[in-house]
């Protein structure tokens, strides 16, 4: 009776899982190997079976969901095309311990130290990192134009620029959340720091702004500088951080204004837009530059300010009060970015005229990334990091 017990449930997919424990997201397994191959279902718990994947190959998780421990994972279907679906555990026969770096990222700098440079450097950089989930195969907001699906080497190729020009000080921006963040510096190295804003409802995440610093490094995070979203939880927050150096503290601000309004010859809805967080960025230069720490405003501006005359710069670096006389260490600076597809920068790195005296203008570097790296550019992002660095006596 027991023996016949056991095959009705066999039958019915209800035997013990092979694999007892559930994967987490973002690791490699490999299934099971079975004649005819493992069914692929279109949803947790859904019955239908409208492709399969092949029998002992590998395969990425992508998601885990909670009520079922069904798997989504992005594999090998028959016929050798790549496929995403759900699974049970039964399928799985093992998690993959792989390997750190995979072997495309040979060319991978070794891990950075998380101290403070011995020379008193501080090597300070921005990046937007074009949407950046913490999930595989998962897009910030998707449509008819989504943002794009990462997955673990794509992951792992973002660490290995950011190990490629080594920063003390990362602003990021369009990172869903600290743990988006994580999943690109080596968290042995780096403490990481993200602002917070509502989800919108057309998200499957967030765009927001953030720091990855040396964990070496003296660093009290601040509040975010939530006047800069104008449209009731629409826009984009400044993530704030102070840094202390040589007993000398400075004010970072990293920003991601309104986009489609890059000029003085851009008009709609965009420019609006755009203009009406203008007095809210001044308001704040203008109440840090009267205070005794000198600041850094750095990263996705929307904005060409170093175009002859551009009306935002100007406004801005009005020299009123006296340390609002500001700095852009893109001005004359030359483009290097994905075969310069775009002619001027939109991100900047801005020092007021305090912090001024710290940078090193012949260390600035417009990172671009490695031509053999092109087919997967659009992984990597639509900006390239810009760097430079400052030694504070």
Sequence with gaps: M?????????????????????????????????????????????????????????????????????????????????????????????????????????????????????????????????????????????????????????????????????????????????????????PAVYSVHVSTRPNQPDMNGKQNTGFAFKKGLTVQTRPDVVSLDVSNGGLRHGARIDLTIGGQTLAFMSVHLKSGCFENSSAGSACTTLMQQLPKLEEWIDATAVATTPFVVLGDFNRRLTVPGDSFWTAIDDSQPVNADLTAITQDMPISCRDNEFTEFIDHIVFDKRATAFVDRSTFRHVTFRQADKPVWGHLSDHCPVVVDLFVP
């Excluded at 019915?12 to 899982?17: L, S, T």
């Excluded at 501080?122 to 989930?133: C, D, K, Q």
């Excluded at 600290?178 to 999943?183: I, S, V, Y």
Aim: proline share 9%.
């Design 2 to 186: 027991r023996l016949l017990l056991l095959i009705v449930v066999a039958a019915f997919g209800g035997a013990a899982p092979l694999f007892a424990q559930t994967p987490a997201v973002g690791d490699a397994i490999r299934l099971v190997e079975r004649d005819i191959h493992i069914p692929a279902h279109p949803g947790p718990g859904v019955a239908s079976v409208p492709f399969r994947f092949t029998s002992a190959s590998d395969a990425l998780v992508l998601a885990v969901d909670g009520a079922t421990s069904w798997l989504q994972i992005r594999g090998e279907r028959v016929g050798g095309a790549t496929a995403v679906g759900w699974i049970t555990r039964t399928y799985i026969a093992s998690v993959i311990e792989a390997p750190e770096d995979p072997p495309e990222l040979a060319w991978c700098p070794a891990k950075g130290s998380p101290n403070p440079h011995p020379s008193g450097r501080l090597r300070v950089a921005t990046w937007n990192l074009a949407n950046l989930h913490a999930v595989d195969g998962q897009a910030i907001f998707g449509g008819s134009d989504p943002s794009e699906q990462r997955f673990q080497v794509d992951y792992a190729r973002i660490r290995c620029y950011i190990r490629m020009f080594d920063p003390d000080v990362l602003a990021v921006q369009e990172v869903d959340g600290p743990e988006a963040l994580q999943r690109v510096v080596d």
